[in-house]
């Protein structure tokens, strides 16, 4: 089965400044994809970025950008130009297809980030 | 385009009382989940549907939890008989098609149960 840790439980950030969250994964698939979903204080969870495992460039969305090491199992998120309104907590999430079955999904606990004014 | 409706938002029940959420999923989103998201953790699948059948209720407690998605729209989220441990956000959120990547989320439904 497939475990997805995040070690930082909580972590806080200067605005304007640069943040990076860890996140390990555990799996013995090739073919799948890595997640970092934002959700904030009361509001839905929405997706911030994705990453195909076969894709050796790393995805980038704005300020957003991830660190893939399939090796290591390992994918971290950096977050540019901090901005308040990134406060959230924000979960890794491991996705493989199953055929016939459709999609598995494994989340994280969770670090609590917090932007500070 | 309208995002995954959920209802209601809050509810609180004592401990032996049934209750049930309401997901209503993107238009056209033929998969569908139910996590459990309990303070503090990730969210956990209970269960997860594609269209009206179930392909995944591996983790979902059958002795006092169902869920049911008839005409393979909407769906409903049933406890009963609640205990203090089903305290938690129930998430729903769809996906386009079996192969799709990306799941979208409602709001979700906060639990209490006293």
């Known amino acids: 089965a497939q475990t997805v840790t995040q070690s930082q439980p909580e972590m806080s950030v200067q605005e304007a400044e640069t943040v990076t969250l860890s996140c390990t994964y555990d799996?013995?698939?090739?073919?799948?994809?890595l997640f970092w979903y934002k959700q904030p204080p009361s509001r839905q969870m929405i997706l911030v970025i994705r990453?195909?495992?076969?894709?050796?460039q790393n995805a980038t969305e704005n300020r957003f950008s991830v660190n893939f090491q399939k090796a290591a199992k390992s994918f971290s998120l950096k977050i540019s130009d901090s901005q308040l309104g990134d406060t959230a907590m924000y979960f890794c999430?491991?996705?493989?297809?199953?055929?016939?079955?459709?999609?598995?999904?494994?989340f994280g606990p969770g670090t609590r980030l917090s932007v500070l004014p | 385009e309208a995002g995954v409706a959920q209802s209601p938002r809050y509810k609180i029940i004592e401990k032996r009382q049934s209750v049930a959420f309401w997901c209503n999923p993107i238009?056209?989103?033929?998969?569908l989940y139910w996590y459990q998201q309990i303070l503090g953790q990730g969210p956990k699948l209970l269960i997860q549907?594609?269209?009206?059948?179930?392909?995944?209720d591996s983790q979902l407690p059958k002795d006092r939890f169902s869920a049911e998605r008839l005409k393979g729209v909407d769906s409903t989220l049933k406890i009963q008989p609640a205990k203090l441990e089903d305290s938690a956000v129930y998430l729903c959120?769809?996906?386009?098609?079996?192969?799709?990547?990306?799941?979208?989320f409602g709001p979700g439904t906060r639990l209490t149960v006293l």
């Open positions: 238009s056209g989103h033929a998969t």
């Open positions: 959120a769809s996906s386009l098609a079996v192969l799709a990547d990306e799941q979208f």
């Open positions: 999430a491991f996705m493989k297809h199953v055929r016939n079955y459709g999609q598995n999904f494994v």
């Open positions: 799996t013995s698939e090739n073919n799948y994809y």
């Open positions: 549907f594609q269209n009206n059948g179930v392909v995944d």
């Open positions: 990453q195909e495992a076969y894709k050796q």
